[in-house]
């Protein structure tokens, strides 16, 4: 097998990214009730005022603010979903409630517990009183013609929202990445089957397609891959149908590891094939046709962190996402802890009320899953260092829910 062509971690970031230029522009029509997680294909425009109508935004009475320091009659009351037409004379109010549409005669509301007093049938309203207090004017959030959501949005549960204000029931959205997840080696087997002491659980393709699941993605379960050529060779012209294929171990320089070599027979380009870091250093990245292939390490800590840092932003770009890229958050050091310089280092740990803590002092192997369960942080170094400080002000991108348990790997 060819040397690795090793390249720098950001040199990686932004290769991986090239791989995008042949994004999905496949889209389809989907209810709003299972868009939850979708990418929009095309702008939503607003198509009613938001609000719909000037309304109150508190219960009280509704005023000419130049009636400010009377003594009001009450003309009428207005419920939410009453439309009262213009009608107040000389020293009168409506009372009012939350959310009801406000006269077009008034043009403030007072609330019950600001005014200085009031019966069934009057009240007295302050002095001061700001002119357009609690009211909602219409379209003062958004106006009819204005874009509301952008094309390559993301759909969350506020996005479902502003659609339902609109009474946007379909939308049309890219449609999803098709993704096969599968594993090498002799030693794996199946989660359902039996393992003796001499083999393992095929971890990371659980893993792996957990991690998909969680930001979006349709991954599927592709089994596992034995240590053969030729039945590599044949497995893979098999899923060519699939826009990515990602595979963990096989990618090192081990004399078993013919995961290359199979691809290769297919047509495979490597865009990469080793990242000077750690974990993941035998990392690869390419193209086989129109598809994108990742294979990651077999280690299941280096294959994870792996597939969080190049592969999630790759397939959330493909996807049609225009925000692809995480954002960091600033965290204060609470232990010091050392690194190998010379290379980047990716860095687990727990981010908690503002500060990072490392786990473990830094002391565990990329073949471990307990660091990954009981960390929600990483962090990531420069090839220039050698140490982190107790207290240094560092960024960390947060790779899961922030935990409510800890224990164990991370010390007092």
């Known amino acids: 097998m060819a040397k690795m062509t090793t390249v720098s971690f950001d040199e990686a970031i932004t290769l991986s990214l090239t791989l995008s230029s042949n994004r999905t522009k496949d889209s389809e029509w989907v209810s709003t009730l299972h868009a939850l997680g979708r990418?929009?294909?095309?702008?939503?425009?607003?198509?009613?005022?938001?609000?719909?109508?000037?309304?109150?935004?508190?219960?009280?009475?509704?005023?000419?603010?130049?009636?400010?320091?009377?003594?009001?009659?009450?003309k009428k009351t207005i419920l939410a979903g009453n439309i009262v037409e213009a009608c107040l004379e000389k020293d009168e109010c409506y009372k009012i409630m939350t959310g009801a549409k406000v006269p077009d005669d008034v043009?403030?509301?007072?609330?019950?517990?600001?005014?200085?007093?009031?019966?069934?049938t009057t009240t007295h309203i302050p002095l001061h009183v700001t002119k357009g207090n609690a009211l909602r004017l219409k379209g003062e959030e958004q106006q009819e013609g204005l874009i509301l959501l952008h094309e390559g949005s993301y759909i969350t549960s506020s996005t479902l929202a502003m659609?339902?204000?609109?009474?946007?029931?379909?939308?049309?959205?890219?449609?999803?990445?098709?993704?096969?997840?599968?594993?090498?080696?002799?030693?794996?087997?199946?989660p359902w089957d039996s393992a003796n002491e001499n083999e393992i659980y095929d971890i990371n393709a659980t893993a792996l397609i957990a991690l998909f699941t969680e930001y979006g993605f349709d991954a599927h379960y592709c089994g596992v891959i034995p240590d053969n050529l030729e039945k590599a060779t044949a497995y893979f012209e098999e899923m060519k149908a699939y826009n990515a294929l990602v595979t963990s171990g096989g990618v090192s320089m081990g004399e078993a590891d013919y995961v290359e070599k199979a691809l290769q027979s297919n047509g495979f380009e490597a865009l990469f094939h080793g990242i000077n870091i750690k974990p993941g250093k035998p990392t690869m990245l390419g193209k086989m046709g129109k598809t994108i292939v990742a294979s990651l390490p077999g280690n299941p800590l280096a294959a994870y962190v792996n597939a969080f840092l190049f592969l999630i932003p790759l397939l959330k770009k493909l996807q049609g996402e225009k925000n692809f890229n995480y954002q960091f958050i600033q965290a204060i050091n609470q232990e010091m802890f050392k690194v190998k310089s010379g290379r980047v280092n990716l860095v687990l740990g727990l981010y908690e009320n503002g500060t990072f803590k490392v786990c473990n002092s830094n002391k565990y192997g990329s073949g471990m899953i307990t660091p990954m369960h009981y960390s929600n942080a990483l962090l990531i170094t420069t090839e220039e260092t050698a140490s982190i400080e107790m207290g240094k002000k560092v960024n960390i991108f947060l790779f899961k829910p922030l935990l409510t348990e800890h224990q164990g790997l991370f010390k007092n």
């Open 39 to 74: 990418i929009l294909a095309e702008d939503i425009v607003c198509q009613k005022n938001l609000p719909s109508y000037n309304n109150a935004a508190m219960d009280g009475f509704a005023i000419k603010h130049s009636d400010c320091n009377k003594i009001l009659t009450i």
């Open 107 to 120: 043009d403030t509301i007072v609330p019950f517990e600001d005014c200085l007093a009031y019966t069934e």
């Open 163 to 190: 659609l339902a204000s609109q009474g946007i029931t379909h939308i049309k959205v890219y449609k999803k990445l098709s993704i096969a997840v599968f594993s090498t080696g002799d030693e794996l087997k199946n």
